[in-house]
């Protein structure tokens, strides 16, 4: 087995674990206390430990206004391990096509879907049965017919060339094995002058990949972080244009939650 299909399966494992969870009852905080991305060996400070509510409010569905989440399934809410909120990150309009990558139990789908309305559409694509299993159960929960759940990876997504509008993503391409394929991949399915809203976690400059490491596992969401300056040349060496990357929130020492938008540009 090689490492990129070593990584993919325990990033698979893990999900597909917390996905059973929330079917059977788990609650979003308890699955925070699994090797999220602010346990041990995570080396946070005492204001982020896995036992202080701020760690509740770094990752999970802490990050969402309950207004925004009130008419949504609870196993939806539950199954929320993101590092913020993409669907405001790409500030979503009437009539457009989203894309959201490793979209989970379906919570950023859900909440696209809502934002752009009956004349808009949002897709969801994940590469872990139980998640989709879960996603489709919330689906049809909350009537929603402008979405559709799609089985693949997000460094080989399953749509054809310029079939979005605008791409989301919740703390998901720092657990991918090739984020210049992801990467490349967010250009491709997106139409001229569409843009990405994601949001994930980011390494200072400063840290090594070693150093991220030290800091938690590839599974927890840090080990496999990108540092500011490799995102942002990713983001133009695909073809982006317009990129920024902002820290919102601090998941470990020198490392945090962030939002990343470019744009692609028009001929």
Avoid at 54 to 66: C, D, V, W
Avoid at 162 to 173: G, L, M
């Amino acid at each position: 087995m090689s490492d990129t299909t070593e990584l993919r399966e325990q990033v698979r494992a893990r999900y597909a674990q917390a996905a059973t969870a929330v079917k059977d009852g788990a609650r979003n905080a308890d699955l925070l206390t699994e090797d999220s991305c602010c346990t041990p060996p995570c080396h946070c400070d005492s204001t982020h430990s896995p036992a202080h509510p701020t760690s509740q409010r770094s990752f999970g569905a802490g990050l969402y206004e309950p207004a925004d989440t009130t008419d949504l399934p609870a196993e939806a809410i539950e199954a929320s391990l993101g590092c913020g909120n993409p669907t405001a990150v790409a500030d979503l309009r009437e009539g457009e096509r989203v894309l959201d990558l490793g979209s989970g139990g379906g919570i950023d789908v859900l909440l696209s879907a809502k934002r752009v309305g009956p004349s808009g559409f949002a897709y969801g694509v994940d590469m872990t049965e139980e998640m989709l299993e879960l996603a489709e159960a919330n689906k049809a929960q909350a009537k929603a017919t402008n979405v559709q759940f799609l089985k693949g990876t997000i460094e080989h997504v399953p749509l054809p060339d310029e079939s979005v509008d605008v791409v989301i993503s919740n703390c998901v391409i720092n657990l991918s094995a090739d984020k210049p394929a992801v990467l490349a991949e967010m250009f491709r399915v997106l139409i001229p002058g569409g843009r990405i809203g994601i949001s994930d976690v980011v390494a200072e400059d400063h840290l090594t990949p070693s150093q991220r490491a030290e800091r938690g596992s590839y599974v927890g969401c840090l080990a496999g972080a990108l540092s500011k300056r490799e995102y942002l040349d990713g983001l133009a060496a695909a073809g982006f244009t317009g990129a920024s990357v902002e820290f919102t929130h601090q998941t470990a020492n020198g490392m945090h939650a962030a939002t990343i938008r470019a744009t692609k540009p028009t001929p």
